[in-house]
């Protein structure tokens, strides 16, 4: 089955400790991204990559940190800098200028 | 500058129909997405416009878009309390790949 999957579905994190979130896509799509969700918030993007060894900054790229060696692949470090990693993270895929599929999530808590 | 505001709440009765609105402030939206998220989950393309288009038709799904006003409106006819859920809008900005969020409007469907 073509999909975009996230993984793990929970995760807690140390305070101090850095994480990284994974996402994969089997669906040839150049495009990914990374979203935070809080609560009482829309999504805002962390990063997007357009190609593979490429990626930009989004509106809140502090703390975070991407790389996409793979186009299948965009991993996500949540780094001991990001002061408030508690949230539910979002990845998503797309074609150039087409809707985007997105993973089912990743909640990180710190503990 | 680009920015999607969405009201944050909206109640229905089931059986009526609901009308969440959006509205955008880049006028160079190429594409106008409706997204919806269950709890939990990560978000459902539900539909989408063109940005040339004044309206969209999906079984109960209708879409208006206002170019002038930048407003963008999703209504569903004969809501279900399965439509309960974070309905999110989003538009795809010219030549770019990038989506900005809306807050997301959370539906809630009572009997």
């Known amino acids: 089955d073509g999909g975009i999957t996230q993984s793990p579905k929970y995760l807690f994190r140390k305070e101090g400790q850095n994480v990284t979130l994974s996402c994969e896509q089997n669906?040839?799509?150049?495009?990914m991204y990374w979203y935070r969700q809080d609560p009482g918030q829309g999504l805002r993007l962390i990063y997007y990559?357009?190609?593979?060894?490429?990626?930009q900054k989004g509106d809140i790229a502090e703390g975070y940190s991407v790389s996409r060696e793979k186009k299948e692949s965009f991993p996500l470090t949540v780094t001991s800098a990001q002061k408030n990693p508690t949230a539910f993270y979002l990845c998503a895929s797309s074609m150039s200028g087409s809707e985007a599929f997105f993973g089912q999530g990743t909640r990180l808590t710190v503990v | 500058g680009e920015d999607v505001e969405q009201s944050l709440f909206l109640s229905v009765r089931e059986g009526d129909s609901s009308v969440i609105n959006c509205t955008y402030t880049?006028?160079?939206?190429?594409?106008l997405y409706w997204y919806k998220q269950e709890p939990g989950a990560g978000l459902q393309l539900l539909t989408y416009i063109f940005s040339n288009m004044d309206m969209k038709q999906d079984q109960r799904l209708t879409v208006l878009l206002n170019k002038k006003d930048k407003h963008l409106s999703l209504r569903i006819a004969d809501t279900q309390t399965g439509d309960s859920a974070i309905y999110f809008c989003a538009e795809s900005l010219n030549n770019t790949d990038k989506l900005i969020f809306g807050t997301g409007t959370r539906l809630q469907v009572f009997p």
């Open positions: 990559s357009q190609i593979v060894n490429d990626f």
């Open positions: 669906l040839n799509h150049d495009a």
């Open positions: 880049d006028s160079s939206s190429t594409y």
